[in-house]
């Protein structure tokens, strides 16, 4: 099928989802939408198709892209409109009072289900459940980078002449975001570290002093230029903890980075630190407080705004495209061709393409019938590797029960994480002991063949994360 600018493009998802994901976060992960014919995204005689066989349910919801584009986390900005099957269901979703979102800004509209079309196969199943406080951890630093995005476009307006040259590069993007908060550039490396503390204490997850101080510490224990001054800080956040008498100042002079560490470790929400200013007045430096709004603001991040908020700026296209680019691998941001699903696609055997997994570069033969999962980082005493054998099996190994420490891994609490997860993984993927190999997740040997493999190992892949099988930095590269 030609991507040209006359063919238009579609993705389904619920109701649900379009609310709680889709317009909280201004992005659309491709992960909350329903699979059409074995993808994601689908063509105009496929959703003519779908309204004719009754494939759209009330629930659901047509959302008609812009462009054609392989992202996994599509910009905001290829929304071009919002589709319901009927009246009711769109008044139903409207009569909501969102108080994130404007509905009056988008483009919704009720389809036409009457349109004829050529009878033809139309297979759709709804994506992999996804749990809400996983997605809201894992998109926790992109979410707060999101916000700190927001916020620096109302204080240094200039800084959208430059944003687009920081897409996909969330390091680089933040330390130039705070750099413009502060005068002492040796201090940056404190303030991102700090940061990120804060997202990572999010504000659903509680904000525990003690732990706050060790995750910071952790951060910079290898950075030998802010070792002693990380440390001086460290000393003085625990004597607070003990309410040890310490003489603050908030005062612009000096030491502003460190100032607002401490004024937003005492006061861990905005409402806190709105307070200090009005109690402190000029003793609370404009700068210090700047920097200790963009530190508070990392803990509820861009999906916590208002929709008043949101318009308070005039660039939200940069943001959503900056925004989007965050939350996508590197491999996505390639040039490559879109996987789209239409009605005219033969789908064929890849013994007949002559199709190998060796083909994909995200994996590196290990042995004969084994692969190694670029960027996958198992922890200590598991495995993970990828075992492939053409019509039989198609299996990832967590557990080499030939390994020196065998199956010592595999009782109590994992035991009971392993089964608690299993109701998430994609459909067709199951936990199984093979006698004298180990515990492996099996997938579905046909899945070898399927274009969105690397989706479906990275939802089992966070899965292992969260139950700490797999390490937190763990992400399948290129």
Known sequence: MENNAETLFYVMLSKRYLSRYVLTYELLPLECCHYVNGGKIFDSATMNAMLAQNKVSDKNVIIELNANSNDTFQSYTNIKSIGFTSKESLESFTDISFENYDLSALNLYVVDTTLESEPVTIETAEPVTIDKINFSQKAALNDAITVAIHKT???????????????????????RIISLYIDDTAELSMAVAFFKVCSHFHIDNGWQPEEVISEFGKRLEKNADVKETVEVWVDTARKLIKNEDIHLSYSDDQNIVLRAMTLVFLNPEQKNIDSMKLHHGEDLGTKVYALADLFVSARTGYSYLSAEQRKQINSREKLHDVSASLYNPASDLEDKEPDTS?????????????????????????????????????????????????????????IDANSEKGMDKLKGQLAINLLSIQKDFPEGARIEIIKDKGLYIMFPVDWAGCADLKDKINSALDLLISIKIAQKSSRLEK
């Open 342 to 398: 239409t009605v005219d696609v033969e789908m064929t055997d890849s013994d007949n393409t002559g199709y190998s997994l060796e083909q994909e570069s995200w994996l590196t033969n290990h042995t004969e019938h084994s692969y190694k999962l670029n960027g996958v980082k198992p922890m200590a005493g598991f495995d993970l590797t990828l075992e492939y054998k053409p019509d039989s099996t198609l299996a990832w190994r967590v």
């Open 153 to 175: 476009l109302i204080t240094h307006p200039q800084f959208g002449d430059e944003i687009q040259k920081y897409k996909g590069d969330a390091e680089v993007l933040l330390q």
